[in-house]
Nanobody, 126 residues
Framework: QVQLIESGGGLVQPGGSLKLSCTAS????????ISWFRQVPGQERAYVAA?????????YADDSVHGRFTISRDSAKSTVFLQMNNLTPEDTAVYYC??????????????????WGQGTQVTVSS
Protein backbone atom coordinates (compact mmCIF):
# COMPACT_ATOMS: atom_id res chain seq x y z
CA GLN A 1 0.00 0.00 0.00
CA VAL A 2 1.28 3.44 -0.91
CA GLN A 3 1.90 5.79 2.00
CA LEU A 4 2.27 9.55 1.75
CA ILE A 5 3.96 11.64 4.41
CA GLU A 6 3.86 15.44 4.42
CA SER A 7 6.41 17.63 6.14
CA GLY A 8 7.62 21.19 6.17
CA GLY A 9 4.69 22.96 7.76
CA GLY A 10 5.04 25.49 10.53
CA LEU A 11 4.48 29.05 11.64
CA VAL A 12 5.53 31.82 9.29
CA GLN A 13 4.96 35.56 9.18
CA PRO A 14 2.91 37.17 6.42
CA GLY A 15 5.05 37.58 3.33
CA GLY A 16 7.21 34.64 4.30
CA SER A 17 7.85 31.33 2.54
CA LEU A 18 7.58 27.64 3.30
CA LYS A 19 8.42 24.55 1.30
CA LEU A 20 6.26 21.51 1.90
CA SER A 21 7.31 17.98 1.01
CA CYS A 22 5.22 14.91 0.27
CA THR A 23 7.23 11.69 0.27
CA ALA A 24 5.73 8.49 -1.05
CA SER A 25 6.70 4.99 0.00
CA UNK A 26 5.58 1.54 -1.01
CA UNK A 27 4.68 0.70 -4.62
CA UNK A 28 5.22 4.26 -5.80
CA UNK A 29 5.29 3.25 -9.46
CA UNK A 30 1.53 2.96 -9.20
CA UNK A 31 1.13 6.70 -8.55
CA UNK A 32 0.24 8.75 -11.60
CA UNK A 33 -0.42 12.13 -10.02
CA ILE A 34 0.11 13.83 -6.67
CA SER A 35 -1.84 16.91 -5.65
CA TRP A 36 -1.78 19.32 -2.77
CA PHE A 37 -4.98 20.24 -1.01
CA ARG A 38 -5.59 22.42 2.02
CA GLN A 39 -8.32 22.43 4.58
CA VAL A 40 -9.48 24.83 7.27
CA PRO A 41 -11.88 23.82 10.05
CA GLY A 42 -15.46 23.67 8.89
CA GLN A 43 -14.61 23.72 5.19
CA GLU A 44 -14.04 21.10 2.55
CA ARG A 45 -10.58 20.14 1.41
CA ALA A 46 -9.57 22.63 -1.31
CA TYR A 47 -7.37 21.80 -4.28
CA VAL A 48 -4.15 23.79 -4.64
CA ALA A 49 -1.91 22.19 -7.28
CA ALA A 50 -1.06 18.90 -8.97
CA UNK A 51 1.84 17.27 -10.77
CA UNK A 52 2.14 14.07 -12.78
CA UNK A 53 5.04 12.01 -11.50
CA UNK A 54 6.36 10.69 -14.81
CA UNK A 55 5.79 13.61 -17.18
CA UNK A 56 6.04 16.41 -14.63
CA UNK A 57 2.99 18.24 -15.98
CA UNK A 58 1.79 20.81 -13.48
CA UNK A 59 -1.64 22.23 -12.76
CA TYR A 60 -2.78 24.97 -10.40
CA ALA A 61 -6.09 25.85 -8.84
CA ASP A 62 -6.06 29.44 -10.03
CA ASP A 63 -3.76 32.31 -10.90
CA SER A 64 -3.56 33.56 -7.33
CA VAL A 65 -1.98 30.29 -6.29
CA HIS A 66 0.12 29.86 -9.42
CA GLY A 67 1.74 33.21 -8.93
CA ARG A 68 2.88 32.38 -5.41
CA PHE A 69 3.05 28.58 -5.19
CA THR A 70 5.17 26.21 -7.25
CA ILE A 71 4.74 22.45 -7.35
CA SER A 72 7.67 20.27 -8.34
CA ARG A 73 8.94 16.72 -7.95
CA ASP A 74 12.05 14.67 -7.36
CA SER A 75 11.13 11.41 -9.01
CA ALA A 76 14.23 9.62 -7.75
CA LYS A 77 13.13 10.33 -4.18
CA SER A 78 9.40 9.89 -4.84
CA THR A 79 8.89 13.32 -3.36
CA VAL A 80 6.67 16.20 -4.42
CA PHE A 81 7.26 19.72 -3.17
CA LEU A 82 5.09 22.78 -2.77
CA GLN A 83 7.08 25.99 -2.59
CA MET A 84 4.88 28.69 -1.10
CA ASN A 85 5.95 32.32 -1.27
CA ASN A 86 4.39 35.58 -0.17
CA LEU A 87 2.14 33.79 2.28
CA THR A 88 -0.91 35.50 3.76
CA PRO A 89 -3.05 34.61 6.77
CA GLU A 90 -5.62 33.24 4.31
CA ASP A 91 -3.15 30.48 3.46
CA THR A 92 -3.39 29.13 7.00
CA ALA A 93 -4.65 25.55 6.78
CA VAL A 94 -3.71 21.93 7.11
CA TYR A 95 -2.04 20.94 3.86
CA TYR A 96 -2.54 17.41 2.55
CA CYS A 97 -1.08 15.57 -0.39
CA UNK A 98 -3.20 13.11 -2.27
CA UNK A 99 -2.07 10.49 -4.75
CA UNK A 100 -3.98 9.03 -7.66
CA UNK A 101 -3.22 5.90 -9.63
CA UNK A 102 -4.94 7.56 -12.55
CA UNK A 103 -5.74 11.13 -13.45
CA UNK A 104 -8.87 11.99 -11.44
CA UNK A 105 -11.95 13.08 -13.40
CA UNK A 106 -11.48 16.42 -11.68
CA UNK A 107 -8.12 17.28 -10.16
CA UNK A 108 -10.02 19.38 -7.64
CA UNK A 109 -12.19 16.48 -6.54
CA UNK A 110 -10.75 14.93 -3.39
CA UNK A 111 -12.78 11.77 -3.94
CA UNK A 112 -10.72 11.04 -7.04
CA UNK A 113 -7.56 10.24 -5.10
CA UNK A 114 -6.56 6.86 -3.75
CA UNK A 115 -3.98 7.78 -1.11
CA TRP A 116 -3.70 10.60 1.41
CA GLY A 117 -1.12 11.80 3.86
CA GLN A 118 -1.82 12.81 7.43
CA GLY A 119 -1.44 16.54 6.75
CA THR A 120 0.92 19.26 7.89
CA GLN A 121 -0.18 22.49 9.55
CA VAL A 122 0.72 25.82 7.99
CA THR A 123 0.03 28.90 10.08
CA VAL A 124 0.63 32.38 8.70
CA SER A 125 0.52 34.94 11.47
CA SER A 126 2.46 37.87 12.82
Amino acid sequence: QVQLIESGGGLVQPGGSLKLSCTASGPTSSIFVISWFRQVPGQERAYVAAITLKGGSTFYADDSVHGRFTISRDSAKSTVFLQMNNLTPEDTAVYYCGGGETLPPRLSGADGYHFWGQGTQVTVSS
